[in-house]
């Protein structure tokens, strides 16, 4: 499965820079709502609370839109940092965790209803049948490393790798002729969400440490056209 993703992950991103038509500058404002299963209960279990564990990441990213072919199916490689921070507390302990996020993925762009359009001029110039040219849909396949930091009596700090695969919807709109934004959603399952160590601090079974995780994800893009 690792060496599957690898594979994808390698293969977007070489055609994403083999002869482009054209190519945006994107920068994006992220929103994510994970949901990390395993380390749910461990964490409620020790607090005997119901509340979610890294309810909110708050992150930034930085990409590049490249088409390469004379229809509007192209890919959108982009590096991000994301930032999850909790505190918890009871009789017994006193915790702080967080986890940093460093990703790199190259997701696949189709605008389904404009297929065969334009693909040299971004939304901004297809003022007619707005949202038939404007919806776009996205496959993510995605690879981050992740830094978990838990702070109480001791600091305790690990990494990990983990693999993410989604699907997302957005909706490109103009506003003027060199910039457009981007109001995004999508969908990712995480794949290898291990946290070491973290199940054992809590006196809980050791398998708790690998997580089943999803995440929803929320992203504001702002896109700068650089023509050729």
């Known amino acids: 499965m690792k060496l599957l993703f690898r594979t994808i992950l390698i293969f ?26 395993d380390w749910d209960q461990v964490i409620n279990e020790v607090y005997r609370d119901d ?3 890294f309810a909110n990441g708050f992150g930034l990213g930085a990409g590049y839109r490249i088409y390469p072919w004379e229809f509007r199916l192209g890919f959108t490689p982009e590096a991000s940092v994301l930032f999850f921070s ?3 507390e009871n009789n017994f302990y006193n915790a702080n965790y967080q986890l940093i996020q460093l990703s790199f993925a190259v997701p696949l762009q189709i605008f ?20 038939q040219k404007a919806v ?3 496959l993510i396949p995605e690879i981050a490393y992740q830094m978990m930091t838990y702070e109480s009596e001791n600091t305790v700090n690990t ?19 060199m910039i457009t934004i981007a109001p995004e959603i999508s969908y990712h399952t995480i794949l290898n969400e291990n946290w070491k160590g973290l199940a054992d601090l809590h006196n ?24 050729d």
Not at 112 to 131: A, I, R, V
Not at 207 to 224: C, H
């Open 12 to 37: 977007c991103f070489y055609f994403s820079f083999s002869n482009n038509a054209f190519s945006q500058l994107d920068l994006s404002l992220q929103y994510q709502r994970p949901t990390f299963g």
């Open 51 to 53: 509340v979610k564990f």
């Open 204 to 227: 809980q079974p050791v398998a708790l440490d690998k997580s089943s995780a999803n995440t929803l994800k929320f992203a504001l893009r702002i896109s700068f056209y650089l023509e």
């Open 159 to 177: 990494n990990n790798l983990s693999y993410l695969f989604g699907a997302g919807i957005g909706l490109n709109i103009a506003l003027n002729q």
């Open 136 to 138: 776009y849909f996205k």
């Open 86 to 88: 909790d505190q918890r």
């Open 112 to 131: 389904p209803f404009d297929f065969y359009g334009d693909c040299n001029c971004p939304t901004f110039g297809k003022q007619n049948d707005f949202l």
